[in-house]
């Protein structure tokens, strides 16, 4: 009998702003789709089309946030690691296994775990909640963007683009944004 897996990613981790989302996806046995893939692989057109078709295909499916003030208190890597344990503690079906798309992961209660490098471009679970954590956070981006049109997040997401640094060189910094970064975007993103 096959165990069941719940693949685990997350989005946002790169980001100077915005809270990091992860998500966490237990598909059929059967489940294949020609176009899923690693949401980085995948235009946005694509991955808003993926989106409906794996929360209405998924068994089961869940997607978390970390905030940028939380993340500021235990660092991105811990943060990243928190939105996937949110996620999972949504599920309604308690998986036997977790996929998480790369080389490190926090254990989460009592349920095994393997770190897969590019896991996203491997396991479909992964690859779908790559999809999911990514589109659930473009649209939170969005939102927040209107609050905060000055910084472009409707286009970069929060990611250093050159525009959303010199945004920051002109406007400095938000409540959205992660104010750890602060001391190293001076210097990395040469201001």
């Known amino acids: ?85 949110r996620a999972v503690d949504q599920l309604k079906i308690t998986p036997e296994l977790l996929l998480i798309d790369g080389n490190r992961f926090t254990p989460y209660k009592n349920i095994k775990h393997q770190c897969i490098i590019k896991g996203d471009a491997t396991y479909l679970s992964i690859a779908a909640a790559s999809v999911l954590a990514k589109t659930h956070r473009d649209e939170y981006m969005n939102r927040i963007h209107q609050e905060f049109p000055e910084y472009s997040w409707n286009s970069n997401k929060g990611y250093p683009t050159p525009k959303h640094k010199k945004a920051i060189a002109e406007f400095g910094q938000c409540i959205h944004h992660r104010m750890t970064f602060n001391a190293s975007i001076q210097t990395k993103l040469n201001f």
């Open 1 to 85: 009998m096959k165990i069941t897996e719940a693949g685990c990613d997350e989005a946002g981790r790169g980001c100077l702003a915005g809270p990091v989302f992860a998500a966490t996806v237990i598909l059929p046995e059967n489940f294949e789709h020609e176009l899923l893939n690693d949401s980085k692989q995948l235009s946005e057109k694509t991955r808003d089309y993926l989106r409906p078709i794996i929360e209405k295909e998924a068994i089961a499916w869940a997607v978390a946030s970390v905030s940028p003030k939380e993340i500021d208190q235990i660092n991105i890597l811990n943060a990243s690691f928190l939105a996937m344990h």
